[in-house]
C-alpha cells in the first residue's frame, strides 16, 4: 500500500511545505480538509515560517508587540501577490511603499525585506518613468490614475495610487536614476515644479505637503531630490564621493531608522535622532537671477524656461541642533511626540560667531511619515524670523538618508523665492565633518552595499 503524505505528522508537513514554493502550496491546501488544517489562516507558526523562511525580515527583532499583532499570512501573501502577479501594479505599488515603510532599523546585517523591494523594483523599473503611464491614461479625482490595457507588458488591474508610486521613486532615487538621455529633460520638468510658485499655498504650509497638510506630497519631494542631486553632479570630479548624499551612495540602505547615529535608543527623548552636527545641501535662483525666476513664473511656468545652461547657487552648511523639550504640537504617533529642536548653522567657510538662529519642531504626521519645521533668525535678532522650512524625513527616524524640504520667506510674502535644500545625515564631530557630513557616521565608507 502507498504510503500517503496526509497520514505524516502535521508538524512534519509544515516543515515539508516550507521547501515548496507559495503559490503551489496555495492550490495543494484546496485538495483535502488534512492539508488544509496544517495551512490554516489561524496557524501562525506555519505562516510565521514561512515568511521567515522566504526570508523576509523578523518584525519580532524591531517592534516589541510584533509577537502579536503582526499578521504574518496576509503580509507573506501580499508580497507573494505583488511578486507574481506584477500586472496589479496598485497592489505591488501600495505593498512595495509599505514594506518600505516597515524596514527595520539599522544594523551590521544587511535588510532582506530591503533586498526584496529592490528586486521587485527593478523588475518592474519601467513603471517608475516619468513618460509612465502611456499618455492614454487619465488622472481621476481620487488621487490614482486610470488606464486601459493598452499592451500586455503594462495591462494593469486597478486604478494606481500615485502617491505610493512617487514614494518609491523619491526613496530609491539612486536605484532609478534616469538614463543620462533623459537626465536633462527631468531635470527641467523638476526645476519647473520646485521654481513653480503655485506650488506653495497656505493650505500645504508652504512646503512639499499635500493640502491640509496631513501627509507628504511626494511628487513635490521626488522634484527636491531631483534638483539636488542634478545639481551635485554639475561638480562632476570635483565633487569628493564622501560629499554625496547617502541615498545616491549606498542606496536604499540609508534609509533604515537610525543609520546615521548607531546606539541611539527608540526610548530616549530624542526619538528623530535630531541632535548633532548636520550638513545641509542649499540650492536656489541666485539673487541675481530673481528677475528671470519671476518672469519664468508669469510665462506659465514652461520647462523650456531652464535652458541647458542655467545653474542655481549650491551651497553647503553646517548645523548643530539639540533638542530641548517636547513640544505641543500634535504628533500622530503617541510613542513619539512632538519635539523642540534649537541649534545654528553658518557655511563651511563661516567664523564662529557669525551663525544664524534656528529653532523648530519634529513630528510623526497622520500619514505615519516624519516632518520637520523650523525657522531662523537674523544674526543677532532671534526674535526676528528671516527664512522658514518645511521637510520630510526620507526614511525612518535618524536615517542617514537625512531630510528634504524647502525653504521661503518667515512673512511669506508675494514673489518671495522658494528655495529646496537637503539635509544629509548627522555626523559624529566637528573635526570630521568634511569627510562624514553626509554619512553620518564613519562605518559607511567601509561597508559594501
Known amino acids: ?25 496555495a492550490a495543494v491546501n484546496q485538495t483535502c480538509k488534512t492539508i488544509y488544517n496544517v495551512t490554516a489562516p489561524l496557524n501562525t507558526h506555519f505562516w510565521r515560517t514561512l515568511y521567515l523562511c522566504y526570508p523576509f525580515d523578523d518584525p519580532r527583532t524591531h517592534f516589541p508587540d510584533a509577537a502579536e499583532t ?6 507573506f501573501t501580499s508580497r507573494i501577490r505583488a511578486e507574481r502577479f506584477p500586472n496589479d501594479i496598485a497592489h505591488l505599488l501600495v505593498t512595495v511603499a509599505d514594506c518600505l515603510r516597515t524596514l527595520p532599523p539599522h ?10 523591494v529592490e528586486r521587485i523594483v527593478c523588475e518592474r523599473r519601467e513603471i517608475f518613468h516619468d513618460e ?10 481620487d488621487g490614482v490614475e486610470d488606464q486601459e490595457d493598452s499592451q500586455v507588458d503594462l495591462a494593469i488591474v486597478g486604478p494606481i495610487p500615485k502617491e505610493s508610486r512617487m514614494f518609491i521613486r523619491a526613496s530609491l532615487c539612486r536605484l532609478l536614476r534616469p538614463e543620462l538621455a533623459s537626465a536633462a529633460e527631468r531635470r527641467r520638468a523638476a526645476r519647473s515644479f520646485v521654481y513653480d510658485l503655485r506650488n506653495y499655498v497656505e493650505t500645504s504650509v508652504w512646503g512639499p505637503l499635500m493640502p491640509g497638510a496631513r501627509a507628504p506630497c511626494w511628487k513635490h519631494i521626488d522634484a527636491l531630490i531631483s534638483v539636488i542631486s542634478a545639481n551635485l553632479g554639475d561638480f562632476g570630479f570635483n565633487c ?3 560629499l554625496k548624499p547617502p541615498t545616491l551612495r549606498y542606496g536604499a540602505e540609508a534609509l533604515r531608522a537610525y543609520s546615521a547615529v548607531p546606539g541611539r535608543e527608540c526610548s530616549t527623548i530624542d526619538w528623530a535622532g535630531i541632535s548633532g552636527e548636520w550638513m545641509r545641501i542649499h540650492a536656489h535662483v541666485p539673487i541675481l537671477k530673481i528677475s528671470d525666476l519671476i518672469r519664468f513664473n508669469r510665462n506659465r511656468c514652461s520647462p523650456d524656461f531652464f ?7 549650491t551651497r553647503m552648511l553646517r548645523m548643530h541642533l539639540v533638542v530641548t523639550g517636547i513640544a505641543d504640537e500634535f504628533s500622530a504617533d503617541p510613542a513619539r511626540p512632538a519635539l523642540r529642536f534649537e ?10 560667531g557669525l551663525e544664524r538662529s534656528m529653532r523648530g519642531v519634529v513630528r510623526v504626521m497622520p500619514s505615519g511619515d516624519i516632518r520637520w519645521s523650523w525657522v531662523s533668525s537674523y544674526q543677532g535678532e532671534e526674535d526676528s524670523e528671516e ?8 526614511g525612518g527616524p535618524g536615517s542617514a538618508a537625512g531630510v528634504i524640504g524647502t525653504w521661503t520667506g518667515a512673512l511669506h510674502e508675494a514673489g518671495t523665492p522658494a528655495l529646496c535644500f537637503g539635509d544629509d545625515s548627522i555626523f559624529d564631530s566637528v573635526r570630521k565633518a568634511i569627510l562624514l557630513a553626509l554619512s553620518g557616521r564613519s562605518e559607511w565608507p567601509t561597508r559594501t552595499l
Not at 527664512?387 to 526620507?394: F, S, Y
Open 240 to 242: 569628493p564621493e564622501v
Open 107 to 116: 544594523s551590521s546585517v544587511l535588510s532582506a525585506d530591503l533586498a526584496w
Open 70 to 75: 503582526f499578521n504574518w499570512r496576509y503580509v
Open 343 to 352: 541649534g545654528k548653522t553658518r557655511a563651511f567657510a563661516s567664523q564662529a
Open 307 to 313: 535652458y541647458d545652461g542655467f545653474q542655481e547657487a
Open 132 to 141: 509612465w503611464p502611456p499618455t492614454s491614461a487619465c488622472s481621476s479625482e
Open 387 to 394: 527664512w522658514c522650512a518645511e521637510g520630510i524625513q526620507l
Open 1 to 25: 500500500m502507498p504510503y500517503r503524505f496526509t497520514v505524516l505528522p502535521p508538524e512534519i508537513m509544515e516543515y515539508a511545505f516550507t521547501f515548496a514554493d507559495p503559490v503551489d502550496i
